[in-house]
Protein backbone atom coordinates (compact mmCIF):
# COMPACT_ATOMS: atom_id res chain seq x y z
CA UNK A 1 0.00 0.00 0.00
CA UNK A 2 1.31 3.52 -1.26
CA UNK A 3 1.81 5.90 2.08
CA UNK A 4 0.40 9.33 1.54
CA UNK A 5 3.20 11.23 0.91
CA UNK A 6 3.81 9.15 -2.05
CA UNK A 7 0.57 9.83 -3.47
CA UNK A 8 0.95 13.84 -4.78
CA UNK A 9 -2.73 13.69 -5.26
CA UNK A 10 -4.31 13.32 -1.80
CA UNK A 11 -5.35 15.78 0.25
CA UNK A 12 -3.40 15.97 3.53
CA UNK A 13 -6.21 16.32 5.74
CA UNK A 14 -8.67 14.34 4.09
CA UNK A 15 -9.52 11.11 6.26
CA UNK A 16 -7.68 8.00 5.04
CA UNK A 17 -9.26 5.58 3.08
CA UNK A 18 -12.20 8.35 1.85
CA UNK A 19 -14.09 7.05 -0.59
CA UNK A 20 -12.52 9.58 -3.34
CA UNK A 21 -9.03 8.84 -2.87
CA UNK A 22 -10.07 5.09 -2.98
CA UNK A 23 -12.80 5.10 -5.73
CA UNK A 24 -13.64 8.25 -7.94
CA UNK A 25 -12.37 8.30 -11.25
CA UNK A 26 -9.01 10.04 -11.28
CA UNK A 27 -10.64 13.37 -13.39
CA UNK A 28 -12.89 13.81 -10.92
CA UNK A 29 -10.89 13.87 -7.76
CA UNK A 30 -10.05 17.54 -7.79
CA UNK A 31 -13.33 18.89 -8.28
CA UNK A 32 -14.19 16.35 -5.56
CA UNK A 33 -12.08 17.67 -3.27
CA UNK A 34 -12.43 21.06 -3.56
CA UNK A 35 -16.40 20.65 -2.17
CA UNK A 36 -14.97 18.56 0.50
CA UNK A 37 -16.74 15.02 -0.47
CA UNK A 38 -13.56 13.63 0.61
CA UNK A 39 -15.11 14.72 4.22
CA UNK A 40 -18.70 14.29 4.75
CA UNK A 41 -18.54 15.70 8.18
CA UNK A 42 -19.33 19.16 7.09
CA UNK A 43 -21.94 17.67 5.18
CA UNK A 44 -23.45 16.13 8.27
CA UNK A 45 -23.48 19.53 10.14
CA UNK A 46 -24.61 21.31 7.57
CA UNK A 47 -27.64 18.84 7.44
CA UNK A 48 -28.39 17.81 11.08
CA UNK A 49 -30.12 21.28 11.71
CA UNK A 50 -32.54 20.46 8.17
CA UNK A 51 -33.82 17.09 10.52
CA UNK A 52 -33.81 19.27 13.42
CA UNK A 53 -36.50 21.90 11.70
CA UNK A 54 -38.44 18.77 10.00
CA UNK A 55 -38.70 17.26 13.55
CA UNK A 56 -39.61 20.40 15.15
CA UNK A 57 -42.37 20.56 12.45
CA UNK A 58 -43.54 17.15 12.99
CA UNK A 59 -44.33 18.01 16.34
CA UNK A 60 -45.66 21.28 15.87
CA UNK A 61 -48.26 19.79 12.89
CA UNK A 62 -47.89 16.12 12.45
CA UNK A 63 -45.65 14.29 10.19
CA UNK A 64 -46.76 15.04 6.60
CA UNK A 65 -45.72 12.97 3.40
CA UNK A 66 -43.53 15.64 1.80
CA UNK A 67 -41.62 15.34 5.09
CA UNK A 68 -39.87 12.25 3.21
CA UNK A 69 -39.00 14.75 -0.01
CA UNK A 70 -38.44 17.80 2.04
CA UNK A 71 -35.88 15.17 3.96
CA UNK A 72 -33.94 13.63 0.77
CA UNK A 73 -34.16 17.36 -1.05
CA UNK A 74 -32.13 18.65 2.62
CA UNK A 75 -29.93 15.67 2.14
CA UNK A 76 -29.18 16.45 -1.35
CA UNK A 77 -29.18 20.06 -1.00
CA UNK A 78 -26.92 19.68 1.64
CA UNK A 79 -23.84 17.79 0.24
CA UNK A 80 -24.56 20.14 -2.92
CA UNK A 81 -24.33 23.25 -0.97
CA UNK A 82 -21.85 22.30 0.94
CA UNK A 83 -19.51 21.96 -1.89
CA UNK A 84 -19.94 25.12 -3.03
CA UNK A 85 -19.43 26.83 -0.10
CA UNK A 86 -16.30 25.04 0.50
CA UNK A 87 -15.22 25.87 -3.20
CA UNK A 88 -15.72 29.44 -2.02
CA UNK A 89 -14.27 29.44 1.27
CA UNK A 90 -11.03 27.61 -1.17
CA UNK A 91 -11.61 30.89 -3.41
CA UNK A 92 -11.12 33.44 -1.36
CA UNK A 93 -8.31 31.63 1.12
CA UNK A 94 -6.41 30.62 -1.67
CA UNK A 95 -3.44 32.52 -0.58
CA UNK A 96 -3.63 32.18 3.18
CA UNK A 97 -4.09 28.20 2.11
CA UNK A 98 -0.62 28.25 0.55
CA UNK A 99 0.85 29.11 3.73
CA UNK A 100 -0.47 26.46 5.90
CA UNK A 101 0.62 23.13 6.19
CA UNK A 102 -2.87 21.39 6.64
CA UNK A 103 -4.27 22.93 3.52
CA UNK A 104 -1.28 23.36 0.82
CA UNK A 105 -2.47 20.51 -0.66
CA UNK A 106 -5.60 21.44 -1.68
CA UNK A 107 -6.40 21.55 -5.30
CA UNK A 108 -6.44 25.23 -5.48
CA UNK A 109 -3.28 26.06 -3.59
CA UNK A 110 -1.61 22.84 -5.16
CA UNK A 111 -2.72 23.81 -8.30
CA UNK A 112 -4.77 20.93 -9.43
CA UNK A 113 -7.67 23.04 -10.16
CA UNK A 114 -7.19 26.44 -12.22
CA UNK A 115 -9.34 29.62 -10.53
CA UNK A 116 -11.27 29.77 -13.55
CA UNK A 117 -12.16 26.21 -13.32
CA UNK A 118 -13.28 26.47 -9.56
CA UNK A 119 -15.47 29.66 -10.49
CA UNK A 120 -17.16 27.47 -12.57
CA UNK A 121 -17.54 24.47 -10.43
CA UNK A 122 -19.26 27.03 -7.90
CA UNK A 123 -21.45 27.96 -10.85
CA UNK A 124 -22.70 24.66 -11.35
CA UNK A 125 -23.06 23.29 -7.69
CA UNK A 126 -25.25 26.71 -7.08
CA UNK A 127 -27.33 25.71 -9.68
CA UNK A 128 -27.83 22.05 -8.77
CA UNK A 129 -28.71 23.69 -5.20
CA UNK A 130 -31.27 26.42 -6.79
CA UNK A 131 -32.79 23.30 -8.78
CA UNK A 132 -33.50 21.56 -5.44
CA UNK A 133 -34.37 24.59 -3.45
CA UNK A 134 -37.62 25.13 -5.74
CA UNK A 135 -39.15 22.08 -5.42
CA UNK A 136 -39.75 23.27 -1.54
CA UNK A 137 -42.50 25.86 -0.67
CA UNK A 138 -42.48 29.62 -1.31
CA UNK A 139 -41.20 30.30 2.13
CA UNK A 140 -38.59 27.76 2.01
CA UNK A 141 -36.93 28.84 -1.58
CA UNK A 142 -37.10 32.93 0.25
CA UNK A 143 -35.10 31.20 3.33
CA UNK A 144 -32.78 29.49 1.13
CA UNK A 145 -32.11 32.96 -0.86
CA UNK A 146 -31.62 34.77 2.22
CA UNK A 147 -29.33 32.22 2.81
CA UNK A 148 -26.81 33.38 0.62
CA UNK A 149 -25.14 36.63 2.05
CA UNK A 150 -24.28 34.42 4.99
CA UNK A 151 -22.55 32.42 3.18
CA UNK A 152 -20.85 34.57 0.71
CA UNK A 153 -19.50 36.69 3.88
CA UNK A 154 -17.94 33.80 5.90
CA UNK A 155 -14.59 33.00 4.27
CA UNK A 156 -13.92 36.75 5.21
CA UNK A 157 -14.93 36.96 8.52
CA UNK A 158 -11.80 35.17 10.25
CA UNK A 159 -9.94 38.17 8.58
CA UNK A 160 -11.97 40.77 10.43
CA UNK A 161 -13.14 39.32 13.58
CA UNK A 162 -12.07 36.99 16.28
CA UNK A 163 -15.48 35.26 16.27
CA UNK A 164 -15.75 33.87 12.69
CA UNK A 165 -17.15 30.68 14.18
CA UNK A 166 -20.23 32.44 14.30
CA UNK A 167 -20.68 33.75 11.03
CA UNK A 168 -20.21 29.95 10.50
CA UNK A 169 -23.07 29.28 12.19
CA UNK A 170 -25.24 31.56 10.99
CA UNK A 171 -25.02 29.82 7.63
CA UNK A 172 -24.79 25.96 8.64
CA UNK A 173 -27.73 26.23 11.02
CA UNK A 174 -29.88 27.79 8.69
CA UNK A 175 -31.54 25.21 7.38
CA UNK A 176 -33.54 24.77 10.64
CA UNK A 177 -35.85 27.48 9.54
CA UNK A 178 -35.60 26.79 6.24
CA UNK A 179 -36.66 23.17 6.30
CA UNK A 180 -39.59 24.00 9.42
CA UNK A 181 -40.89 26.70 6.31
CA UNK A 182 -40.80 24.04 3.85
CA UNK A 183 -43.02 22.18 5.87
CA UNK A 184 -45.45 24.33 7.72
CA UNK A 185 -45.02 27.45 4.92
CA UNK A 186 -43.90 30.23 7.53
CA UNK A 187 -41.13 30.54 10.25
CA UNK A 188 -42.45 30.72 14.05
CA UNK A 189 -39.89 30.68 17.08
CA UNK A 190 -39.72 27.47 18.24
CA UNK A 191 -37.06 27.06 14.69
CA UNK A 192 -35.78 30.68 15.43
CA UNK A 193 -34.25 29.14 18.80
CA UNK A 194 -33.52 26.66 17.77
CA UNK A 195 -30.89 28.36 14.99
CA UNK A 196 -29.36 30.46 17.86
CA UNK A 197 -28.48 27.10 19.83
CA UNK A 198 -27.55 25.79 16.85
CA UNK A 199 -24.87 28.79 16.60
CA UNK A 200 -23.57 28.01 19.93
CA UNK A 201 -23.26 24.11 19.06
CA UNK A 202 -21.02 25.95 15.92
CA UNK A 203 -19.12 27.73 18.28
CA UNK A 204 -18.55 24.78 20.31
CA UNK A 205 -17.76 22.10 18.07
CA UNK A 206 -15.81 24.61 15.68
CA UNK A 207 -13.73 25.90 17.75
CA UNK A 208 -12.63 22.57 18.95
CA UNK A 209 -11.62 22.16 15.30
CA UNK A 210 -9.99 25.87 14.62
CA UNK A 211 -7.14 24.62 17.71
CA UNK A 212 -5.62 22.21 15.47
CA UNK A 213 -4.55 25.24 13.59
CA UNK A 214 -3.89 27.69 16.44
CA UNK A 215 0.03 27.83 15.45
CA UNK A 216 -0.65 28.44 11.83
CA UNK A 217 -2.82 31.03 12.44
CA UNK A 218 -1.00 33.34 14.93
CA UNK A 219 2.18 33.16 11.77
CA UNK A 220 -0.15 34.08 9.40
CA UNK A 221 -2.84 36.35 10.94
CA UNK A 222 -5.93 34.88 10.97
CA UNK A 223 -8.33 35.04 13.84
CA UNK A 224 -10.73 32.50 15.89
CA UNK A 225 -12.44 31.47 18.65
CA UNK A 226 -9.59 28.92 19.78
CA UNK A 227 -6.92 31.89 19.40
CA UNK A 228 -9.53 34.39 21.24
CA UNK A 229 -10.42 31.83 24.38
CA UNK A 230 -6.73 29.81 24.46
CA UNK A 231 -6.09 28.58 27.88
CA UNK A 232 -9.80 29.72 28.84
CA UNK A 233 -11.02 27.23 26.33
CA UNK A 234 -12.74 24.09 27.90
CA UNK A 235 -14.48 26.84 30.48
CA UNK A 236 -15.66 28.64 28.16
CA UNK A 237 -16.92 25.97 25.55
CA UNK A 238 -18.85 24.39 29.12
CA UNK A 239 -20.66 27.45 28.92
CA UNK A 240 -21.47 27.39 25.07
CA UNK A 241 -22.46 23.58 25.55
CA UNK A 242 -24.61 24.77 28.29
CA UNK A 243 -26.05 27.27 25.94
CA UNK A 244 -26.64 24.78 23.38
CA UNK A 245 -29.04 22.60 25.33
CA UNK A 246 -30.94 25.11 27.30
CA UNK A 247 -32.03 26.99 23.93
CA UNK A 248 -32.82 23.20 22.30
CA UNK A 249 -34.83 23.12 25.38
CA UNK A 250 -37.10 26.04 24.80
CA UNK A 251 -37.46 25.30 20.93
CA UNK A 252 -38.20 21.56 22.13
CA UNK A 253 -40.76 23.21 24.37
CA UNK A 254 -42.07 25.90 21.82
CA UNK A 255 -43.19 23.33 19.48
CA UNK A 256 -45.33 21.32 22.06
CA UNK A 257 -46.41 17.83 21.37
CA UNK A 258 -44.77 14.77 22.63
CA UNK A 259 -41.70 16.49 25.14
CA UNK A 260 -40.60 13.60 26.63
CA UNK A 261 -39.55 11.69 23.95
CA UNK A 262 -37.56 14.88 22.21
CA UNK A 263 -36.54 15.72 25.79
CA UNK A 264 -35.06 11.95 26.11
CA UNK A 265 -33.20 12.76 22.81
CA UNK A 266 -31.78 16.33 24.25
CA UNK A 267 -30.25 14.94 27.37
CA UNK A 268 -28.24 12.28 24.94
CA UNK A 269 -27.05 15.12 22.86
CA UNK A 270 -26.41 17.07 26.22
CA UNK A 271 -24.46 13.80 27.45
CA UNK A 272 -21.92 14.01 24.18
CA UNK A 273 -20.90 17.74 24.55
CA UNK A 274 -20.53 16.59 28.07
CA UNK A 275 -18.52 13.73 27.04
CA UNK A 276 -16.19 15.54 24.46
CA UNK A 277 -15.20 18.45 27.18
CA UNK A 278 -14.10 15.99 29.44
CA UNK A 279 -12.02 14.49 26.37
CA UNK A 280 -10.93 17.85 24.92
CA UNK A 281 -6.97 18.22 24.38
CA UNK A 282 -6.52 21.49 23.20
CA UNK A 283 -3.00 20.72 21.78
CA UNK A 284 -3.54 17.81 20.76
CA UNK A 285 -4.60 18.24 16.92
CA UNK A 286 -6.10 14.92 16.42
CA UNK A 287 -8.16 14.70 19.54
CA UNK A 288 -9.49 17.81 18.45
CA UNK A 289 -10.06 16.49 15.06
CA UNK A 290 -12.18 13.35 16.20
CA UNK A 291 -13.91 15.13 18.58
CA UNK A 292 -15.21 17.55 16.28
CA UNK A 293 -16.01 14.55 14.17
CA UNK A 294 -18.11 12.94 16.60
CA UNK A 295 -20.58 15.77 16.51
CA UNK A 296 -22.34 14.18 14.28
CA UNK A 297 -23.69 10.85 15.91
CA UNK A 298 -24.43 14.03 19.06
CA UNK A 299 -26.72 15.70 16.02
CA UNK A 300 -27.66 12.57 14.64
CA UNK A 301 -29.48 11.16 18.15
CA UNK A 302 -31.22 14.43 18.72
CA UNK A 303 -32.61 14.75 14.85
CA UNK A 304 -34.09 10.64 15.78
CA UNK A 305 -35.74 11.80 18.83
CA UNK A 306 -37.38 14.69 17.60
CA UNK A 307 -38.58 12.54 14.17
CA UNK A 308 -40.39 10.23 17.01
CA UNK A 309 -41.47 12.61 18.85
CA UNK A 310 -43.19 13.89 15.78
CA UNK A 311 -44.04 10.36 14.98
CA UNK A 312 -45.62 9.28 17.81
Request: glycine share 8%; net charge positive.
Amino acid sequence: MQSRTERPDTVIDAPKGNWVDNLAPPAWRPWLRLSRADRPIGTWLLLLPCYWGIGLAMMADGPRWMDLWIALACTIGAFVMRGAGCTWNDITDRDIDDKVARTRSRPLPSGQVTLRGAYLWLAAQGLGGLVILLTLDRAAVWMGVASLALVAIYPFAKRFTWWPQVFLGLAFNWGVMLAYAAHMGRLDLAPVVAWLAGIAWTIFYDTIYAHQDVEDDVLIGVKSTARLFGDNSPRILAGFAVLTVLLLAVAILLAGRNLLMAYVGLAGFGAHLAWQLRNFQPEQGAVCLRLFRSNRDAGLMLALFLALAGLV
